[in-house]
Each structure stands twice: as structure tokens, then as C-alpha cells.
């Protein structure tokens, strides 16, 4: 396993307000909203918790790391901002929402690359 600065486990509700942090890793079950804070990389499993970027927060990668029945559950909010969202190993995407106002720069598909305008036409978002 990769060293990663913060982890949360199954059943864990975290929340961050400020700071910067390099890794974070997601279990399955974990719960966790992050603003105003700098994340270098996120790395989740969240299949029945929740993943929360609020407003203020910058994430430069977040990774989606599930098997073929994942369907993870993100909330992008108006204010926050993410380089690059890699949903390659995603086949749902219903409980994935990026309000308007948030900026994704790059979203990652197992199609390829394309701009959060594209892949909000294309999923009916």
C-alpha cells in the first residue's frame, strides 16, 4: 500500500475546514466533506459513504478506485475546484453531482478525456 497523509475507514464521518494535505484515502464506507482546504490527491472506494469538495477547496486528483459494481457518491459544490476527476473505473454515475459554479477542469472516462461541459451533456447533468 502507498503511504498516505489521512485515511478514513468504513463507518467514519470527517470533516476538514482549511489546511493542506497531500493524500487522502477513502474506505468504502466513509463519510467526509472538505472546504477550504488544498488536497493534492484524493483516492476512494466510497461505494455507501459520501465524498463532499465544498466551496473553497482545491484538489489538483481524485481518483475513483472501485471494481465494475462501484457507484460512488461525490458532490462537487459551487466554489470548489478540482484538476482532474478520473472516473475510468466508474459504470454509475447517478450519486456523482457537480453543481453549477463548480470548476472541474478535466474529467477522465474509461472514453477518454473531456471538459466538465461535455461530460454534463453527455450524462443528461
Given amino acids: 500500500w502507498p503511504i498516505y497523509d489521512l485515511a478514513a475507514v468504513n463507518s467514519s464521518n470527517t470533516t476538514i475546514n482549511g489546511g493542506k494535505i497531500g493524500s487522502i484515502y477513502l474506505w468504502a464506507k466513509a463519510v467526509m466533506t472538505i472546504s477550504n482546504a488544498e488536497i493534492d490527491v484524493i483516492d476512494t472506494l466510497t461505494t455507501t459513504g459520501h465524498l463532499e469538495i465544498a466551496n473553497g477547496t482545491t484538489v489538483n486528483r481524485i481518483n475513483m478506485n472501485g471494481?465494475?459494481?462501484?457507484?460512488?457518491?461525490?458532490?462537487?459544490?459551487?466554489?470548489?475546484?478540482?484538476?482532474?476527476?478520473?472516473?475510468?473505473?466508474?459504470?454509475?454515475?447517478?450519486?456523482?453531482?457537480?453543481?453549477?459554479?463548480?470548476?472541474?477542469?478535466?474529467?477522465?472516462?474509461?472514453?477518454?478525456?473531456m471538459t466538465l461541459s461535455a461530460w454534463k451533456t453527455a450524462n443528461g447533468k
Fill in 67 to 113: 471494481n465494475n459494481a462501484y457507484k460512488p457518491d461525490v458532490t462537487i459544490k459551487a466554489g470548489a475546484t478540482v484538476k482532474t476527476l478520473d472516473l475510468t473505473k466508474v459504470t454509475n454515475i447517478t450519486d456523482i453531482v457537480i453543481e453549477d459554479g463548480a470548476t472541474v477542469e478535466t474529467i477522465i472516462t474509461a472514453d477518454g478525456e
